[in-house]
């Protein structure tokens, strides 16, 4: 996808999604071949400021489109996610297994929300509606992940 469909893309969705006016927000093409992600955001949550990085040169992810939205709702959700940890590093001694615990769960649960949020945008309002399976070529097999357990039997 060439650069001005991306600026395109991310101008769209950032309306959309009622980020602006109340954020400032601006993309930002990564083209560094080691940067090993596909999208991430820089934010400044008392400026209402944010940078959505996205990696145009080595992406993990076959469709740009989805990435935006995924990172915008990032931002969508910041405000609950600093809650949140605010709630973990307040009530878990940090470093602690159970600090390490919430921290895991709280991201993977938000992690899970936002790609979920993301999908449903997607197919309501995407030019191009297939979701990405980047991740998943480079993970497991469902029998590898379950290879050498011992039966139960």
């Not at 395109?8 to 006016?21: C, D, H, V």
């Not at 915008?72 to 709630?87: A, C, F, G, N, R």
Request: hydrophobic content about 35%; charged content about 30%.
């Amino acid at each position: 996808m060439d650069k001005q469909a991306l600026i395109a893309l991310f101008e769209k969705y950032i309306r959309k999604l009622r980020i602006t006016p109340e954020w400032d927000v601006k993309l930002e093409l990564v083209e560094d071949p080691t940067w090993p992600k596909t999208g991430d955001f820089k934010i400044d949550c008392d400026d209402r400021k944010a940078i959505l990085l996205l990696n145009v040169i080595n992406p993990k992810q076959e469709n740009l489109e989805e990435v935006i939205i995924h990172e915008l709702m990032h931002i969508k959700m910041y405000p609950l996610d600093q809650v949140t940890e605010s709630l973990i590093t307040n009530c878990f001694e940090e470093g602690t297994a159970a600090s390490q615990f919430a921290y895991q769960q709280f991201f993977t649960a938000l992690e899970q929300t936002v790609e979920e949020l993301a999908k449903c945008f997607l197919l309501e309002y995407g030019e191009n509606r297939e979701f990405s399976y980047g991740r998943c070529n480079n993970g497991k097999s469902f029998n590898d992940l379950y290879e050498g357990l011992n039966s139960i039997d």
